[in-house]
């Protein structure tokens, strides 16, 4: 059977694509910085972002090389300590920045191809769609749609009577609660001399 969307948040769509591309220009920005300092490839991005401090020095050392002497070997870890390596505060604040993003650390959503950060289009679609229902059969279809009519017609029911002069002096409301039964759901009855009050109001 085919399965129809019977119900999408665009809110939440909309929030989720902005925070996919906060988040791709953060990392973007990252990334830019490291290719600046040439020190080799980014290896492990999430590594940079967690402790930058401790990658970058990992990088800078996979790089140095000793000088050859011819009669003694030099101790590569003395070495690095005499070397003037610059302290790259730019990356470090770059590597702050990404790790506040708000999708960073769905570490499968994003991969490095080439010089450039790009999210996985299925892994977003996910995210972006987690709020939308989908519905096969006939009786999901006309239950869904059951559901969301009472949701919406609660809600407009509630703005209207929320913001209408003098409702809130009703001598009775237009519906009695005669029972509960589903969880969170009452039985209501009509209630004329509350209708007919209310309707006094408009």
Same mark, same amino acid.
């Given at each position: 059977?085919?399965?129809?969307?019977?119900?999408q948040?665009p809110?939440?769509?909309?929030?989720?694509? #902005?925070?996919? /591309?906060?988040?791709?220009?953060? =990392?973007?920005n990252l %990334?830019?910085e !490291?290719?600046g300092?040439d020190?080799g490839?980014l290896?492990?991005?999430?590594?940079?972002?967690?402790?930058?401090?401790r990658h970058?020095?990992?990088?800078?050392?996979?790089?140095?090389?000793?000088?050859?002497t011819s009669?003694y070997?030099?101790n590569?870890?003395?070495?690095?300590?005499?070397?003037?390596?610059?302290t790259p505060?730019?990356?470090?604040? #770059?590597?702050? /920045?990404?790790q506040?993003?708000? =999708?960073?650390?769905i %570490?499968d959503? !994003?991969r490095?191809?080439?010089?450039?950060?790009?999210?996985d289009?299925?892994?977003?679609?996910?995210?972006?769609?987690?709020?939308?229902?989908?519905?096969?059969?006939?009786?999901?279809?006309?239950?869904?749609?059951?559901?969301?009519?009472?949701?919406?017609?609660?809600?407009?029911?509630?703005?209207?009577l929320?913001?209408?002069?003098?409702?809130?002096?009703?001598?009775?409301l237009?519906?009695?609660?005669?029972?509960?039964?589903?969880?969170?759901?009452?039985?209501?009855?009509?209630?004329?001399?509350?209708?007919r009050?209310?309707?006094?109001?408009?």
């Amino acid at each position: 059977m085919k399965a129809d969307i019977i119900y999408q948040d665009p809110v939440h769509q909309e929030q989720v694509k #902005k925070e996919l /591309e906060t988040t791709r220009l953060k =990392l973007q920005n990252l %990334l830019d910085e !490291w290719i600046g300092l040439d020190i080799g490839p980014l290896e492990n991005w999430f590594q940079l972002i967690q402790n930058p401090t401790r990658h970058y020095s990992e990088a800078v050392r996979s790089v140095v090389e000793v000088p050859a002497t011819s009669r003694y070997q030099i101790n590569k870890d003395l070495y690095m300590q005499i070397l003037d390596v610059p302290t790259p505060n730019t990356l470090y604040l #770059k590597a702050k /920045e990404a790790q506040k993003a708000p =999708l960073t650390g769905i %570490l499968d959503l !994003w991969r490095i191809e080439g010089n450039k950060f790009v999210v996985d289009a299925d892994r977003a679609d996910e995210l972006i769609f987690a709020r939308s229902v989908v519905a096969t059969t006939p009786e999901q279809k006309k239950l869904a749609a059951d559901v969301c009519k009472y949701v919406e017609l609660s809600k407009s029911l509630t703005a209207t009577l929320s913001n209408m002069p003098g409702a809130g002096y009703l001598t009775s409301l237009p519906w009695q609660i005669t029972g509960r039964q589903f969880p969170g759901m009452f039985i209501l009855e009509m209630e004329p001399e509350g209708l007919r009050d209310l309707l006094s109001k408009v």
